[in-house]
């Protein structure tokens, strides 16, 4: 009966909050907030290097478009080569049509794209790629985890490494590939905190007729925050994002079955909507702990709460 009246009231606050037209709703109450977010949309991201994992299909896939629009430098993650290298493409023509390029003879616009082959439910191929991405220099400023899967079988199915696949993937590789590179994260937060030093990348640039390889990313400094001469806080403060769900609200917090061993059978969904709520749980940890290195312009859920009573209070 509470999973009943817990799904229930899932589906009434997912319609109003999590749609298409709930969020255009909600916008639309305060046009304030509704201007703020037009031009947040219109930043230029030139110089923001951003790792997106399931990158080649839904929410990831139209993450690294938006992103590519907005010249960022867009690492995508993806378990298949074949999709990543389709979705390369698919992102180069979004970008050429919005642009005017790529047709007629009109030069095709430069995007800064890295594919890169990793399947996240598998420990050693997340080692493996962290290792790789940690030697080749690369700068991380975001880590955008979406990839994700939802069992659709009636029995328990099982990864590379042994452990149930939803938890592999969902739970278990979300936490390995960041825990893994906040190492890259901290670097690059410190290089850019102590220097001006423009850079320059290698990656997809225009077209796939050469293999997709390139190094000659367009230079650029570091951003800066209008006529202060102080570095943007995005160019230095490392973000984590985790795409999770709002089917998250049909389970409570699970962490004594992590593997959905217990239930008498197995349900993909439920066990899909626990991986999803131990990814916030996990992302709220993470924000503690940076909260703790006590580095300028860290957020945590405390400091948060702190600034609402402040403001409050004046």
């Known amino acids: 009966m509470t999973s009943y009246f817990r799904s229930l009231a899932f589906g009434i606050h997912g319609y109003s909050q999590y749609t298409k037209d709930g969020f255009a709703k ?10 703020d977010e037009k031009d947040c949309l219109k930043i230029d991201l030139t110089n923001i290097s951003v790792l997106i994992t399931g990158a080649n299909g839904g929410i990831g896939f139209a993450t690294a478009v938006a992103l590519a629009r907005r010249n960022a430098t867009v690492h995508l993650l993806c378990r298949s080569m074949q999709r990543g290298e389709k979705a390369v493409k698919e992102i180069l023509d979004a970008v050429a049509r919005e642009r005017g390029g790529g047709g007629g003879g009109r030069p095709v616009p430069q995007c800064n794209l890295h594919l890169h082959v990793c399947d996240v439910g598998s420990n050693v191929e997340v ?22 899967t939802l069992s659709t079988s009636e029995a328990i199915e099982r990864s590379v490494d042994g452990y149930e696949t939803s938890f592999a993937v969902n739970t278990l590789g979300t936490h390995l590939l960041t825990s893994s590179l906040r190492p890259v ?3 690059t937060s410190e290089s850019q905190r102590n220097s001006s030093v423009s850079g320059r990348n290698g990656g997809y640039f225009g077209s796939m007729s050469n293999g997709g390889g390139g190094d000659g990313g367009s230079p650029g400094s570091i951003l800066l925050d209008g006529e202060s001469g102080k570095l943007n806080a995005l160019t230095y403060v490392p973000r984590v994002i985790t795409v999770s769900s709002a089917g998250m609200l049909a389970d409570e917090l699970v962490i004594d079955d992590l593997e959905y061993t217990k239930p008498k059978k197995y349900s993909g969904v439920s066990q899909y909507a626990r991986d999803k709520r131990r990814q916030v749980a ?26 609402s009573k402040k403001d409050t209070r004046s």
């Open 282 to 307: 996990l992302t709220e940890r993470w924000a503690r702990l940076e909260a703790e290195k006590k580095l300028p312009g860290s957020w945590s859920p405390e400091k948060e709460v702190a600034k």
């Open 185 to 187: 994260l901290g670097r």
């Open 26 to 35: 909600n916008i639309k109450e305060d046009d304030s907030d509704a201007d």
């Open 127 to 148: 080692r493996a790629f962290v290792e790789e991405f940690t030697r080749s220099g690369h700068r991380l400023h975001v880590l955008v985890n979406n990839a994700a």
